[in-house]
């Protein structure tokens, strides 16, 4: 097997790289596909040499195998929409090998890698299964598989802590059925995947590569069969929290179905993120022991969200806000903040400055702004502002900013008495 990545040029310490084939005349050839395994292109195409090889190549999808000239490799992987190009690299084919190139990333952010498809098959009754973590913000992952029914607390990972951009080698299992769970690395409870059945060739080899999401955390499969086909395996959960930004000390809790978002708590209190269904949810919430009739949210699959309860006592309203935690552009850099207005009776929007800069402006009550970039520091000033006062309604000093980080401020409360809160969410 063999396996390399573009743009993060990352080592992958369980793999060996790509070695060079030599001169050679335009005669020498290896065989190339596309994978888009890219959550933010519905469609990808492959050129080489100038010449498109795999068009209109679908998320999940792979493309047919094309005749590349091992002394002429220059790729790119372009938009089938708009035929701009995403991502471009020259990698170094080996004449008679198969390869897949896999397209991932968020859009506007695509990296490639390339995947040697020659892998020995392992003996009949046996299985050889790669696990790629090729979900960019989800972070380092254990892969667990396992019985339908068997349980987390008593399961070993076959493979542990697979960093970004990189992969486990190849794992020989007993092939057949089985059930497959990403989680967190080292954190058996922080359940980022669950494949209920997955079928590993019996006497093959096959690859999971593991892809992004929209909220950042939680990430989807694809499997590959060498020099065959995919099956897609998407995500069918969401996160979500619930945040009492209720005014007047007011009592809130609520739950999705049978999970239990908040206990009763005293406003203002947040919520840590559960993991849900997927869907329409079955949202009940109490505001002082009363049973709200709010409209039942939309979670897609994938995403986090912050369900807010705000306003007065009297007049509690919900905010469905999508949350985007996925990691900031420059991690080693700078983190993501935004604004939270979750202020009852607010006539004027909120500012989030730090470092006297404004980041987020005119943010109004039951809003969120977009995050923003800023850079990593030891000691910044953090301030939220409102044109009603002449003092910050919140601020902090000294404040360290961890580059890689994702940060949300929430000001909730009334609006003669407003409680910030810093939450780092990642």
Same mark, same amino acid.
């Given at each position: $097997? ?29 065989? $190339? ?107 380092? $992952? ?39 769970? $990403? ?244």
């Amino acid at each position: $097997m063999r396996f390399k990545t573009w743009a993060w040029g990352l080592s992958l310490a369980t793999m060996a790289l790509l070695t060079a084939c030599g001169g050679g005349s335009s005669s020498k050839t290896a065989q $190339m596909r596309l994978l888009n395994a890219s959550i933010g292109y519905s469609a990808l195409d492959m050129s080489v040499d100038s010449t498109t090889v795999n068009s209109a190549v679908a998320y999940a999808s792979v493309g047919s195998y094309a005749d590349v000239k091992t002394d002429a490799t220059g790729t790119e992987v372009q938009s089938n929409s708009v035929g701009s190009t995403l991502s471009s690299s020259t990698p170094t084919l080996a004449e008679g090998s198969h390869y897949t190139l896999i397209a991932y990333g968020s859009a506007g952010s695509v990296q490639t890698t390339l995947l040697q498809e020659d892998q020995a098959a392992p003996a009949a009754g046996k299985t050889k299964l790669l696990v790629l973590n090729l979900a960019p913000d989800a972070g380092a $992952m254990d892969v667990y598989v396992t019985g339908a029914n068997d349980t987390l607390d008593s399961s070993t990972a076959v493979a542990s802590s697979i960093a970004a951009g990189s992969g486990s080698g190849y794992v020989t299992l007993n092939s057949g059925s089985f059930r497959v769970r $990403m989680t967190a690395a080292g954190a058996k409870s922080d359940l980022r995947l669950d494949i209920p059945s997955i079928t590993l060739p019996d006497a093959g080899v096959s690859t999971l590569v593991l892809t992004g999401s929209g909220g950042g955390v939680l990430v989807n499969g694809i499997q590959l069969i060498q020099q065959g086909a995919t099956t897609n395996f998407p995500n069918s959960t969401s996160r979500a929290r619930l945040v009492a930004a209720v005014g007047g000390g007011a009592l809130v809790s609520g739950s999705i179905g049978q999970t239990t978002l908040l206990p009763t708590s005293v406003a203002p209190t947040i919520g840590d993120y559960t993991t849900v269904a997927s869907g329409t949810a079955s949202l009940s919430v109490y505001v002082n022991g009363q049973l709200m009739s709010f409209a039942n949210p939309a979670l897609a699959a994938g995403s986090d969200y912050t369900l807010m309860v705000w306003g007065t006592p009297d007049n509690p309203q919900l905010a469905v806000l999508t949350d985007d935690n996925r990691l900031p552009t420059s991690p080693t850099t700078t983190a993501k903040i935004r604004l939270v207005n979750g202020v009852a009776s607010a006539s004027t929007g909120l500012t989030l400055n730090v470092d006297y800069s404004a980041l987020a402006s005119n943010v109004v009550a039951g809003t969120s702004s977009t995050p923003q970039t800023t850079p990593a520091s030891t000691s910044s000033l953090l301030t939220v502002t409102s044109p009603a006062s002449t003092t910050p309604v919140y601020s902090l000093s000294a404040l360290q900013i961890q580059a890689g980080y994702v940060y949300t401020v929430f000001v909730m409360g009334d609006n003669t008495a407003m409680v910030g809160s810093l939450r780092r969410e990642r």
